[in-house]
């Protein structure tokens, strides 16, 4: 073959191989252009990266501080960002030639005999002493665009660990604003028992004290007694779940439980934030997991091209610069240089290239799935977390009438029963109700408190894109 056809074989290579660039998939998923939920018309801007100290608790701030300095989690997830940051020094290596230097020297001496050609000693010199010195270089020229595409594969697998890791603080100081909320719900659900017991015990003094004077029955004096023994009961079952609470947010620090100290904040305290939802359209630049996805299909893309790459013919280049001698100090006084190249190009491997082609195509075809349903989740978790601050707050303007009238009911109830007016079952319904009311009023405090910390983490906790180091 001749050095025209040599060139122009290769021209027509680099053509088909320009020709076959993979296209850049695209999610096509239309935002839609405002939310369904209802939305905080009262609401100024959008979430803050601090969005925790909304809830005006020093003790919070504190936890989630504790949390990203502690955090196991945490901390594994900023390991895997060392690893993809060494993948990608890795992978970019080949982009420039390597270098290489070597000292060499060797000893041969004849035990006995003639010696034969091979060696560097016979009868005569039995002894040989010889010194090397060399600098190699190696370059793959990169025609097909491989070398540069595995580069930009771990470049793009580095962001996605990036903002992994950034998915992983706001999971976990999600966590552990949830857990802080249950554990201070807990606590209210206590107080309001230990009140409604006490309740419960002023009407059985007062129960006794009529049947003792012959104007309360004994099954009266049964149903109170049974009454404050199963708000007795309620107690310890608050409390285990209270403690509960307590090794969970623990776990989530990093830290036994022993060192986590008694909570000193109310939810009653708590200032219930007011945020700015935004636009859907805006979604996809505040969520560190949909950029995430987005860059492992970057990634996978780029892997495509290296597939393709590995099915075509490989150039590479290598130069040596050496000298040697057979004393030391004249090691540089006869200097040589090597230059090599060499083609190579796979002509059968049982279709293995093909099928790694095929398999590249195959994971890109899935993570554009996977980047697609990102979009898609993203959208429902806001909708959710919307729709959930909403309907909680509806709840509890109800709810805190209830509890209101409730109070009322059982005080006039009481009265009554006291002056003989009203029978007990009337005092025991009244309690009953009270105690479901106020317990029902904490339990919506902490749905909706965590409910507007579901609506930090849907809209990505204050991130933006552009705070991610490319």
């Known amino acids: 073959m001749t050095l025209p056809s040599r060139i122009s074989l290769l021209t027509l290579s680099l053509s088909l191989a320009a020709c076959n660039s993979p296209p850049a998939p695209s999610a096509a998923i239309e935002p839609p252009a405002t939310w369904q939920a209802a939305t905080d ?20 701030d504190q936890l989630i501080e504790r949390a990203r300095r502690d955090s196991h989690d945490l901390a594994a997830a900023a390991a895997r960002v060392r690893q993809a940051q060494a993948r990608a020094t890795i992978a970019g290596a080949p982009l420039l030639p390597e270098l290489q230097v070597g000292l060499d020297s060797s000893r041969q001496h004849l035990l006995h005999g003639q010696g034969y050609e091979q060696l560097d000693v016979d009868s005569s010199e039995r002894t040989s002493t010889s010194f090397d010195a060399r600098l190699s270089a190696s370059y793959e020229i990169d025609f097909w665009g491989g070398v540069r595409a595995a580069r930009d594969s771990a470049l793009r697998s580095l962001d996605a660990s990036r903002f992994d890791r950034q998915t992983v603080e706001l999971t976990l100081l999600s966590s552990v604003a949830n857990s802080y909320l249950s554990t201070l719900a807990l606590q209210e659900q206590l107080r309001i028992a230990r009140l409604n017991l006490d309740n419960a015990r002023n009407v059985l003094r007062l129960v006794q004290a009529r049947h003792n004077s012959g104007s309360a029955t004994r099954l009266e004096l049964a149903q109170q007694r049974s009454l404050v023994a199963a708000q007795e009961r309620q107690l310890p079952l608050l409390e285990q779940q209270w403690q509960d609470s307590r090794v969970t947010l623990a776990t989530l620090l990093g830290q036994p439980v022993q060192q986590l100290g008694q ?19 805006e979604l996809l630049a505040r969520r560190p997991d949909i950029a995430a996805a987005e860059a492992r299909l970057a990634a996978a893309s780029a892997n495509v091209q290296v ?44 279709g293995r290239l093909r099928a790694s082609h095929q398999l590249a195509q195959a994971e890109q075809a899935e993570l554009l799935e996977d980047y697609r349903a990102s979009i898609v989740a993203a959208f429902a978790d806001v909708e959710k977390a919307l729709n959930a601050t909403h309907g909680v707050e509806r709840q509890r303007q109800w709810q805190d009438q209830e509890v209101a009238q409730s109070r009322i009911a059982f005080d006039l109830a009481q009265q009554r029963y006291a ?23 904490a339990q919506l405090q902490l749905s909706q408190l965590q409910a507007s910390v579901a609506l930090y983490k849907a809209l990505g906790g204050g991130w933006q894109a552009a705070q991610a180091p490319r």
Do not use: C, H
């Not at 018309?41 to 919070?60: I, K, M, N, P, R």
């Not at 939810?267 to 934030?273: T, V």
């Not at 002056?419 to 009023?441: H, I, M, P």
């Open 41 to 60: 018309q009262t609401a100024v801007g959008l979430a803050d990266a601090q969005w925790w100290q909304a809830f005006a608790s020093s003790e919070l």
């Open 263 to 281: 909570s000193q904040g109310s939810i009653n305290a708590l200032r219930w934030p007011r945020i700015g939802s935004g636009v859907p359209s």
């Open 419 to 441: 002056a003989g007016a009203e029978t007990l079952l009337t005092v025991l319904e009244s309690q009953r109700t009270l105690y479901q009311a106020q317990d029902q009023q």
């Open 307 to 350: 597939a393709r790459a590995a099915m075509l013919p490989k150039l590479t280049l290598g130069a040596d610069l050496g000298s040697g001698a057979r004393t030391l100090v004249d090691v540089f006084s006869s200097p040589y240089y090597t230059l090599t190249a060499g083609l190579a190009a796979p002509i059968f491997n049982n």
